[in-house]
Structures are given as C-alpha cells and as structure tokens.
C-alpha cells in the first residue's frame, strides 16, 4: 500500500460531496452505462438526447430505459421541445445527480488511496 | 466492493467522458474573433460616424439582445448546431454579483473618461473590448472547461 494521491483530484467545487453526505457507492451507478451517462451529463449542461447516444454508444430505446431510472431517482432532468418541427429531447444532470456522482467518486478515490 | 485498480480506472473513465463532453461545448476561436471584430467595428462608428448611432443604435442593441438569448438558450443552442452547452462554474449568485460589478466599474470607467474630455470615447471603448473579446475570449473559455471538466 502507498499513500500516492488518487490519478483524479477532486477540485471542481460543482462536485464535491455536499455536506453531511460523505462518500459513498451508489447503487445506481453500479451499472457502468449508467455511471457513463452521468459523467457525460456532469460535464455540461443540458446535453442533447442525441449526444448522450452516441457518447456511450447506446441505441435510442437502451438510452431511453437507462434515463428513465435516473430520472425516476432524481439524478436526470429530462426536457423535450420541438426545433422547427423536429421534436428534441434534452437532458441534465440535476443537484441530487451531481451529488450523488460526486459522493460515488469520492468513495472511489479513497478504494483507490488504497492501492 | 471495488478493488483499487477497478476504482482508479472507473474515475479515469469518467474524467475522459467528462472532458469529451465538456470540450464538445467549445465555442469556434472564430465565434470570439467575429464578436471581437464587430465589437470594435461598432463601436468605430459609433465614436466617428454619431449619426450612425441615432439611426442604428436601437436595431443593433435588438439585434444583439436576440443573439444572445439564442446563444444561451436550449432552442437556440440547437438551431446553432450546438448539441451541449457549457456548464457554468460560478454559482449564479456569483455570476450576478460579477454583473453588476463589472457594469458598476464600466459606467464609473466612462463617467471618468467623460470628465477628462476624451475624443470619440465610444470608438475607444468598442475597438478595446473588442480587442479583449477576441484575445481573451479564447483563453477564458478554456480555462473555464479545463475547471469544468476537472473533478
């Protein structure tokens, strides 16, 4: 074991983990697709349905599937709109989501501490 | 439970996914240039040409009111081809605060400037905050990405 810092540091201040959360593993981003949406989302804002598709190289009905169980959690703010009379879905990463991914990743930086 | 090595390479994963993301909010250097240029073109006439201003000026603030909804705006974002839009790093209170100082030096700048008698004072503002546009734009944009796309 070695007391080398972890390859990421957590600097974004958007990303720390609130207050009185700690670190922890969330369930939700056990999925490695799911955790790969979040961090897509985590780095902009308001992404397009169709970015966040090819991004983590999903069919439309998979991504579909996977934003509903993020959103029914919380931690994906979807809009959909129309541009000219092309229907858009857009998507976010919300305060709970942000949250939730910051406290995952602090949790992994201290497994990986451990290395 | 994750063992080290698969803790390590998850956040390296989500680092990159983070920074493709975030670099895919890029604004075009062109974008800063352009904005840059018409900043100091306008105010060029502005300062040297005052009729300019009389006929022109209320068209040109309309028109750059709408621009710049359309560029902070999902609709906009979208009808512009941009598929994401930039996180902010400030909170929004902030970025009012940064607002409403920066509008505070600009007048209290210009009343100074006034005072003093400086010729063609809107030429001189225009051609320099173009120049900053155009320079600094670029750098600013992506210091602010390098931040967001950081952990």
Known sequence: MTDDPPAVAPTDPGLQPAAGTGARLDPLFADPVRLGIVSVLAGATWAEFGFVRDAVELSDSALSKRISGLSDAGYVEVRKGYVGKRPRTWLNLSAAGRSALSAHIAKLQEIAKLL | ?151
Do not use: C, K
């Open chain 2, 1 to 151: 439970m994750a063992t080290p090595e698969e803790a390590r390479r998850t956040l390296n994963e989500i680092e990159n996914r983070q920074r493709r993301s975030a670099a895919a909010a890029v604004t075009s250097r062109w974008w800063w240039i352009g904005g840059g240029a018409f900043l100091a073109a306008y105010g060029a006439l502005l300062g040297f040409v005052p009729a300019f201003g009389r006929s022109w000026g209320s068209t040109v603030t309309w028109v750059l009111v709408l621009a710049a909804v359309l560029w902070s705006s999902r609709w906009g974002s979208a009808l512009l081809g941009r598929q994401v839009s930039p996180r902010p790093v400030l909170s929004r209170r902030v970025r009012i605060i940064a607002v409403v100082v920066g509008v505070i030096v600009l007048v209290a700048l210009q009343v100074v400037l006034m005072h003093v008698g400086v010729p063609h004072l809107a030429a001189w503002f225009g051609i320099a905050g173009g120049l900053v546009l155009a320079i600094a734009g670029p750098w600013w944009q992506g210091h602010v990405l390098d931040r967001t796309a950081r952990l």
